[in-house]
T-cell receptor, first 113, second 113 residues
Framework: EAGVAQSPRYKIIEKRQSVAFWCNPI?????LYWYQQILGQGPKLLIQ????????DSQLPKDRFSAERLKGVDSTLKIQPAKLEDSAVYLC???????????FGPGTRLTVT | DQQVKQNSPSLSVQEGRISILNCDYT??????FLWYKKYPAEGPTFLIS?????DKNEDGRFTVFLNKSAKHLSLHIVPSQPGDSAVYFC????????????FGQGTRLTINP
């Protein structure tokens, strides 16, 4: 079974530029999550999708971050414009709609200079 | 507001001995707890979980203990092996939280030969 795929793996941008991350969840997983993990901290949920609907985006900085889940499968997370404090690893995870166990992708390490 | 806390940033254990990782939580509504393991440049992988209706769950060398009155859980690894060296995250969820996970800061475990 293929795992959660993410791209790119690494990205370096200057502040005020925009960036987008892509995630392909495990086939058949209805729920998709985007997390931000700052160095030395645990993952923090940014947004949760159930199929193509948003379940929770309470911690998403909506003035600069946006996310969508196309046709209930792939998802993209965008930051525009980026700030220095956005430097982090962005993790995508997926799960079935009845399980607490989430399966994570390898993450995208973003550096904002 | 740190609802899930791992107060030990790092732990060093000799190979073959027991590793004990601790986690405290403040939200009494949490009813499901998970441990994840993370290697460098990889996403977290699910290790073991426990429901609040239990006080112990065992899977091979890994055992999780839950003390609801103290709002404390621990992960025991016996015997510890070099491949167990990783960062371990504790996570908690509520039924009402729609599978949303709240993570601790992580503990870096190093197994010494």
């Amino acid at each position: 079974e293929a795992g959660v795929a993410q791209s790119p793996r690494y990205k370096i941008i200057e502040k005020r530029q925009s960036v987008a991350f892509w995630c392909n969840p495990i086939s058949g997983h209805a729920t998709l999550y985007w997390y931000q993990q700052i160095l030395g901290q645990g993952p923090k949920l940014l947004i949760q999708f159930q199929n193509n609907g948003v379940v929770d985006d309470s911690q998403l900085p909506k003035d600069r971050f946006s996310a969508e889940r196309l046709k209930g499968v792939d998802s993209t997370l965008k930051i525009q414009p980026a700030k220095l404090e956005d430097s982090a690893v962005y993790l995508c995870a997926s799960s079935t709609d009845t399980s607490y166990e989430q399966y994570f992708g390898p993450g995208t390490r973003l550096t904002v200079t | 507001d740190q609802q899930v806390k791992q107060n030990s940033p790092s732990l060093s254990v000799q190979e073959g001995r027991i590793s004990i990782l601790n986690c405290d939580y403040t939200n009494s509504m949490f009813d499901y707890f998970l441990w994840y393991k993370k290697y460098p440049a990889e996403g977290p992988t699910f290790l073991i979980s426990i429901s609040s209706i239990k006080d112990k769950n065992e899977d091979g060398r890994f055992t999780v203990f839950l003390n609801k009155s103290a709002k404390h859980l621990s992960l025991h690894i016996v015997p510890s092996q070099p491949g167990d060296s990783a960062v371990y995250f504790c996570a908690a969820s509520t039924i009402q939280g729609a599978q949303k996970l709240v993570f601790g800061q992580g503990t870096r475990l190093t197994i010494n030969p």
